[in-house]
């Protein structure tokens, strides 16, 4: 008979796994079909063949020899669609992670000084980078950068993490208001109070306690950046920013069939391009279905309060109640 010890833990965790798999709904179990579709293509095209070896004369239609076809140099375009399917993720991985660290910090850091020069000072800062539309921001730091790689005396920066770097930069904002707004709202709560007046360290706080209760709304809007960005490595290849042939980007590779869609070769931009589609709508559907799943219930509550009274703390209220009221009422904005 097994120890039931041994057993519980293994049964604990599948009971996490379903209830959280369970909790996606229709919406969230639709995004992970998609994105799992996404990451089959770019699976077995790597294992299909090589995306430099021709295999053709020209364009051919598909075939059970070749799924997706063949491009205009009779190159295997699903082994292509594969490469370019694991760029752009990798690309678009590199950047939120990038954005996701830094515009954390920021939002924390600016939220913790709440209403100081330094919160001023990181917010205008912020508020200046989203002046400009984000996607020509990137054009903006991409041309700052240029096309070629860098080097920076012994370290070289290829043309994918300058690529993804430029994207991680134009998405710091986003991570940094989300992140202030939640900080504010945990840092009005009663448990912080409490924690202070026991003697508690700031540091440890901000860390130990609030930076943990943040994180969820945070990771909630990294999978609809991952959409986004997504989106925004298409379009900067598309455009012949990305990453230079003959590496192959889904972006380029839709921007090298060229009028073809309109010809004979239909599939040359068709399903690359709805392989792209693919993962744009994948990770904006998890990322909603995510979101709404752990929507923090203090974030929901400050929403209501800051409804309820706001013509009170339009007027201006006592002191008193502008360290509990005012961060709640702003946080409310700023997720909104």
Request: proline share 5%.
């Amino acid at each position: 008979m097994p120890d039931s010890k041994s057993v519980e833990p293994g049964r604990t965790r599948a009971r996490g796994l379903r209830k959280h798999l369970g909790n996606l709904g229709v919406v969230g179990w639709t995004g992970l079909v998609m994105v799992a579709l996404y990451l089959l293509v770019a699976t077995v095209g790597r294992l299909h063949g090589s995306p430099t070896e021709l295999v053709a004369l020209g364009p051919e239609a598909p075939s059970l020899d070749h799924p997706f076809g063949t491009d205009h140099l009779g190159r295997d375009l699903l082994a292509r669609t594969a490469q370019g399917a694991w760029t752009s993720l990798w690309i678009c991985l590199m950047s939120i992670g990038f954005a996701l660290v830094v515009g954390t910090a920021i939002g924390v850091l600016a939220g913790y000084r709440y209403g100081g020069r330094l919160d001023g000072l990181l917010m205008r800062t912020v508020e200046t980078v989203q002046a400009l539309p984000q996607f020509i921001f990137v054009m903006f730091v991409i041309g700052l950068m240029g096309t070629a790689d860098m080097h920076f005396g012994p370290v070289t920066v290829s043309n994918g993490v300058r690529v993804a770097l430029a994207i991680g930069v134009g998405f710091v904002p986003y991570f940094a208001r989300v992140a202030r707004a939640a900080t504010v709202v945990e840092l009005s709560e009663d448990y912080v109070v409490n924690l202070r007046g026991l003697g508690v360290p700031p540091r440890e706080i901000l860390f130990r306690e609030v930076l943990v209760n943040v994180m969820p709304p945070v990771l909630g809007q990294a999978f609809l950046a991952m959409a986004i960005a997504v989106f925004a490595e298409g379009g900067l290849s598309f455009l012949g920013l990305g990453v230079p042939a003959p590496h192959a980007t889904l972006g380029n590779l839709v921007a090298d069939a060229g009028g073809q869609i309109l010809g004979d070769a239909w599939w040359y931009a068709t399903l690359p391009g709805a392989v792209l589609v693919l993962g744009i709508l994948g990770f904006n559907l998890l990322g909603e279905a995510y979101g709404e799943r752990n929507r923090s219930p203090r974030l929901a509550r400050s929403k209501r309060a800051g409804t309820g009274a706001g013509t009170s703390a339009g007027a201006g209220t006592s002191a008193g109640n502008s360290k509990s009221g005012t961060p709640a009422a702003y946080a409310t904005e700023e997720t909104t």
